[in-house]
């Protein structure tokens, strides 16, 4: 039987701890190819490059038998080029993305470089996971999330998904108990309260800096942000349809 | 009675002819603020900018009675920068993007600045629509819809929306006979069937340009792409959960 083969990309660059820890989980499962971005991406959301070129190249001693490259895009440039120039022509089983450093609960998903290149990967058909973990730290550690990783990715490889479907996985930051388990969760309503913070430059002109908080505004039960709260692994079954149903009938009854 | 207060932004940049006419007919309507990108940005997504610093300008004689500002970042930073930082502590009725200069129909949402200045605001509570035309030019023709631009505008001043909803409105291209009228629809499923065409530097090194087009997948009716189709300008009330509700109760049986 042939090995599942695996696209793998990130938002926070191919120098990320991250991306070669869940490179060599991935090894275990099935053939690696790794296409990400060659800087830092976050906040980039469901971005494209479209005003200018994309440069692409080969990187050498990334992982024993990983092939990877990086690529001057955003990671949905990454998953479109490695899925239709790199892979031309192979059946990719399953796209993952990660792990990244810092939560993409709730309302982040929006931002998030990380799942927009496992949406990426979904709107075409293709089984996708966004691993994320609550702790930004550089270094941080996951060693914690190894058996998850590698049990969820196994089991999306032999279930497949739904169509269109990516799942949003984030883990808590590592903490003295291990991870309680996992908890299948919608997506937390929040907000990400910004602010910015006014500076002069060397010429005496003002530049900003964005900052901000995500603030949790959910009323109800079963979201991300509780089963991370409580040292769970939070699953949320993303797809890309915006259209709000509800909203759909309101509108019917304007008489525009 | 006071005007009520509308927030202006778009991708295609403050030097777009779209902007500046929906400018134009916003100011019949209310108190108009413009805060808008510098430079093109098409394809952006929810990109929001935390790697670098913002830049915001002053634009004079944008229009009379017009406060314009232009700023260095993503539509989304344009609508956190001009409420949060223009308009500190003033109650924002409405923002409205565009008039984009291109569909922003189907699944074009997820690569659509224009989209997500308008999506940033309802994340916000904030009664938002983004307008699109379906038409690439730099000097396309936007007078067919400039009274749809304004009673869908002046419906949702008064109306308001449900919470956490944007409207993405999209206008066919001017065809000798008028728009037939509105659709509310839902989200076209489609997908960006993208390619890339290498390129050598002067200096014999690859580079990729991206490109593409929407390929309708979609099996039922009332979508977007249908009513555009028919010269129907479309309404699709989006919403930022990509929580999906059926495949949620499929991985509740995997037993992770």
Same mark, same amino acid.
């Given at each position: 039987?042939?090995?599942?083969?695996?696209?793998?990309?990130?938002?926070?660059?191919?120098?990320?701890?991250?991306?070669?820890?869940?490179?060599?989980?991935?090894?275990?499962?099935?053939?690696?190819?790794?296409?990400?971005?060659?800087?830092?991406? *976050?906040?980039?959301?469901? %971005?494209?490059?479209?005003?200018? @070129?994309?440069?692409?190249?080969?990187?050498? =001693? /990334?992982?024993? +038998?990983?092939?990877?490259?990086?690529?001057?895009?955003?990671?949905?440039?990454?998953?479109?080029?490695?899925?239709?120039?790199?892979?031309?022509?192979?059946?990719?089983?399953?796209?993952?993305?990660?792990?990244?450093?810092?939560?993409?609960?709730?309302?982040?998903?929006?931002?998030?470089?990380?799942? *927009?290149?496992?949406?990426? %990967?979904?709107?075409?058909?293709? @089984?996708?996971?966004?691993?994320?973990?609550? =702790? /930004?730290?550089? +270094?941080?550690?996951?060693?914690?999330?190894?058996?998850?990783?590698?049990?969820?990715?196994?089991?999306?490889?032999?279930?497949?998904?739904?169509?269109?479907?990516?799942?949003?996985?984030?883990?808590?930051?590592?903490?003295?108990?291990?991870?309680?388990?996992?908890?299948?969760?919608?997506?937390?309503?929040?907000?990400?309260?910004?602010?910015?913070?006014?500076?002069?430059?060397?010429?005496?002109?003002?530049?900003?800096?964005?900052?901000?908080?995500?603030?949790?505004?959910?009323?109800?039960?079963?979201?991300?942000?509780?089963?991370?709260?409580?040292?769970?692994?939070?699953?949320?079954?993303?797809?890309?349809?915006?259209?709000?149903?509800?909203?759909?009938?309101?509108?019917?009854?304007?008489?525009?």
């Amino acid at each position: 039987m042939n090995k599942p083969l695996i696209l793998i990309s990130n938002d926070d660059s191919i120098f990320s701890k991250g991306i070669k820890t869940l490179a060599k989980l991935m090894s275990a499962l099935g053939e690696v190819v790794v296409v990400a971005p060659d800087t830092h991406q *976050s906040g980039m959301g469901h %971005a494209i490059t479209l005003d200018r @070129p994309l440069r692409v190249n080969k990187v050498p =001693d /990334f992982l024993p +038998d990983v092939e990877a490259y990086t690529c001057s895009g955003t990671p949905a440039d990454c998953v479109k080029f490695g899925k239709h120039y790199v892979l031309k022509g192979r059946k990719i089983d399953l796209v993952v993305s990660g792990i990244n450093h810092g939560s993409n609960s709730a309302i982040a998903v929006i931002y998030s470089g990380t799942m *927009s290149a496992a949406i990426e %990967a979904a709107l075409e058909g293709i @089984p996708a996971i966004g691993f994320s973990l609550c =702790d /930004f730290g550089a +270094d941080c550690d996951f060693s914690h999330t190894y058996e998850l990783v590698q049990k969820i990715a196994s089991k999306v490889l032999t279930e497949g998904l739904p169509h269109g479907i990516a799942l949003n996985v984030n883990f808590p930051a590592k903490q003295e108990e291990p991870i309680k388990g996992i908890k299948i969760c919608r997506q937390t309503d929040a907000l990400f309260r910004e602010s910015f913070e006014e500076r002069k430059d060397p010429y005496g002109r003002s530049y900003y800096w964005m900052d901000g908080f995500l603030q949790n505004e959910d009323k109800g039960g079963n979201t991300d942000e509780d089963a991370l709260a409580e040292n769970y692994a939070s699953i949320v079954p993303a797809k890309f349809d915006l259209t709000d149903y509800k909203a759909l009938e309101v509108l019917k009854s304007w008489d525009l």
